[in-house]
């Protein structure tokens, strides 16, 4: 399953590439993009485990950017 999310103070590119490095090493997860420009996550995720795959995905954007939040 592929879902976009909006993402809130998001403050720099690096934190973006870190954030994205950190949710790829997520099991479950298929791919994933963060983009600083559009402040979006792109989150392609294992369809049944998506709901569990997506709260550690939360959890591993604010360890890398405690200000970011993630509009579910």
Do not use: H, W, Y
Request: net charge negative; aromatic share 4%.
């Amino acid at each position: 399953m592929k879902k976009r999310f909006k993402l809130v103070d998001l403050d720099c590119a690096n934190c973006a590439a870190k954030m994205e490095e950190a949710i790829r090493r997520i099991e479950g997860v298929n791919d994933c993009t963060v983009s600083f420009m559009t402040q979006k996550l792109t989150l392609d995720a294992e369809d049944g485990r998506f709901d569990a795959v997506l709260q550690e995905v939360v959890k591993t954007c604010k360890r890398v950017e405690p200000d970011c939040t993630i509009v579910i």
